[in-house]
């Protein structure tokens, strides 16, 4: 296999690579938690890693001091510290794109200095910042008003990815801090079910509509607003007036946006450097700091900028993103897991995984590296899960007597959140339980013998055996504040970012979701006027007419 072209070794050529593939085959064959506690019961301590208010025990993985090492210096032979300060400083990393990626700068303090062109980006941030925390009061305050004089109670934040998933899971992580008295929705789908479902009970003049698109070009999100905006001037009898004072509008877009009809001073902006998977701590978590108020958005700013100030100062075996990354490449890359599962035992956090599927899979499911060449190593996991006591009622089974390696994070909180009654916050010993316990038994299984010795028939046990070994980091914190959610969320940020740079893809760009959006396009006509779609292969084109049948019958 050649060099690249970078002139930077093939990263499957490189010694780290194959003294990890050594160590994989003779020091760690079959790699046994049992044995490895055993031989080193002082891992349980050792293997932590604090980071602000988290707590990430990495002891439950198939793992010993050497197999880290080496991963060590894998991270240091493919340069990710050197990315990662070239990504802080502003460099055009996103190389297909030729970006800055920035949403770093989005959680920087007023006073520091991030250049992009020769230009502080900062103050522009806090320009944003400032602006959107004033128009949130004058909305959760009731001097925002309709059209109709009205106070606003319902905010509808239209958009889809990025534009959705962050707020959305944003919204449902901190409820507990939201203004109870305003309700939020979040219309993501094309379906047009979706609206429908969002605002069948709302009353228009009392609707706020954020329209949340980086390009405002979406064609999800324009459809949607663009039947929200008939939706509302139908309800408030036709005056295009009204769009103004119910109508507002996020994105990098201002041309767009006034092209849509909304007034550009109700438009917060952001910035091509900011990537829509990186953007619910920009303008796009308008509609949560509405819920939540600036002064707890800016706690999640400040929690996002623990983990950033750590991931670039930390030392790299305390430095919690990048051993998590690391570990992800030992499954993925040296003991074949294809999937990864993100399971929290938090009602509020099950958007949570939802999001992370698109800040990891969008990221790092590329399969050419960052010169254009196809990669020969596995890229991103595909990334599951929801909250884990559902879970384990579905599909744990398969994660612990099934035949995959999944490794897994256990995400809890010691404290359930102050609003429950006495009652249902004693729920919560019962719910951190299962969390351990799931821990426990995934890493430790239960042996034939221990099955045996309880009497269990002979031909049962096979059944009933739990073979273990299969990793998890369990991740702890107090509790959910809007902080620690921003500390989860850079964590995860950071994962991903190693793990592209290990692999040498660019993780900011996403190339792959174009070819769907264009023959959407192309395809509609033949659904809407039965057009000749030149092109179309056979068998769309039979699923095509068997569509225009079905709905004729
Ligand atoms: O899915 C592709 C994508 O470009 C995402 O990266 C992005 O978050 C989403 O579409 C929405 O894009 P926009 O904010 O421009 O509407």
Redesign the pocket.
């Known amino acids: 296999m050649p060099d690249s072209p970078s002139g930077s070794p093939e990263l499957t050529r490189r010694p780290e690579w194959t003294a990890l593939e050594n160590h994989r085959t003779d020091a760690l064959p079959q790699p046994d938690l049992r044995e490895l506690f055993a031989a080193d019961p002082g891992r349980a301590e050792r293997y932590v890693v604090r980071v602000g208010d988290l707590r990430i025990d990495y002891s439950k993985h198939l793992i010993n001091d050497e197999t880290l090492a080496l991963l060590q210096e894998l991270a240091a032979a493919t340069g990710v510290s050197g990315l990662r300060d070239a990504m802080f400083r502003g460099e055009r990393i996103n190389i297909t794109e030729d970006r800055a990626v920035l949403h770093t700068a989005l959680r920087a303090p007023r006073d520091a200095v991030i250049e992009v062109d020769g230009e502080n980006v900062v103050p522009g941030v806090h320009a944003v910042l400032d602006r959107m925390a004033a128009f949130a009061d004058r909305v959760r305050s009731g001097e925002w008003t309709g059209h109709t004089g009205k106070r606003i109670r319902n905010v509808v934040n239209i958009?889809?990815?990025?534009?959705d998933l962050g707020p959305a899971m944003a919204y449902e992580a901190l409820r507990p801090f939201s203004a109870r008295e305003l309700t939020f929705r979040f219309v993501s789908n094309v379906d047009g079910s979706d609206l429908h479902e969002a605002v069948r009970d709302l009353d228009p003049a009392e609707t706020l509509f954020i329209v949340?698109?980086?390009?405002?070009?979406?064609i999800e999100?324009i459809t949607n607003a663009t039947s929200a905006r008939s939706w509302l001037l139908e309800g408030l009898g036709g005056d295009e007036k009204a769009v103004a004072k119910h109508f507002v509008a996020l994105s990098t877009n201002a041309e767009k946006v006034a092209g849509f009809g909304i007034d550009v001073d109700n438009m917060f902006e952001f910035w091509d450097w900011v990537?829509?998977?990186y953007s619910y701590d920009s303008a796009i978590g308008l509609s949560l700091m509405i819920a939540i108020g600036p002064d707890r958005f800016r706690e999640m700013l400040d929690g996002f900028r623990i983990v950033d100030e750590h991931f670039r100062n930390a030392p790299a075996e305390a430095n919690a993103p990048l051993l998590m990354g690391l570990l992800g490449i030992w499954y993925g890359n040296f003991l074949d897991a294809q999937s990864h599962a993100v399971l929290p035992y938090s009602h509020y956090l099950s958007k949570f995984t939802a999001y992370l599927q698109?800040l990891d899979m969008?990221s790092n499911g590329k399969s050419v590296d960052r010169d254009g060449n196809p990669v020969q190593w596995q890229t991103g996991p595909v990334v599951w899960g929801t909250p884990g006591t559902n879970g384990q009622h579905a599909y744990y089974q398969l994660i612990h007597q099934g035949t995959k390696l999944i490794p897994a994070d256990l995400i809890g909180f010691a404290r359930p959140v102050a609003e429950l009654n006495d009652e249902l916050k004693a729920q919560h010993d019962l719910l951190m339980a299962n969390l351990f316990a799931q821990g426990q038994a995934l890493a430790f299984g239960k042996t034939s013998e221990e099955v045996r010795a309880e009497g269990v028939p002979e031909e049962q046990v096979p059944h009933r055996t739990f073979q273990g070994n299969h990793p998890t980091t369990t991740i702890l914190a107090t509790e959910l504040t809007p902080s620690v959610l921003g500390q989860l969320i850079a964590l995860y940020e950071h994962k991903v970012f190693v793990q592209g740079a290990v692999w040498n893809i660019d993780s900011f760009d996403?190339w792959g979701?174009e070819l769907g959006k264009v023959l959407a396009k192309r395809v509609e006509p033949a659904l809407t006027e039965g057009a000749d779609v030149p092109g179309l292969d056979p068998s769309t084109a039979a699923l095509v007419a068997a569509y225009r049948n079905l709905r004729e019958v």
């Open positions: 958009g889809i990815g990025g534009s949340a698109s980086k390009t405002f070009t979406t999100t990537g829509g998977r698109q969008e996403q979701v």
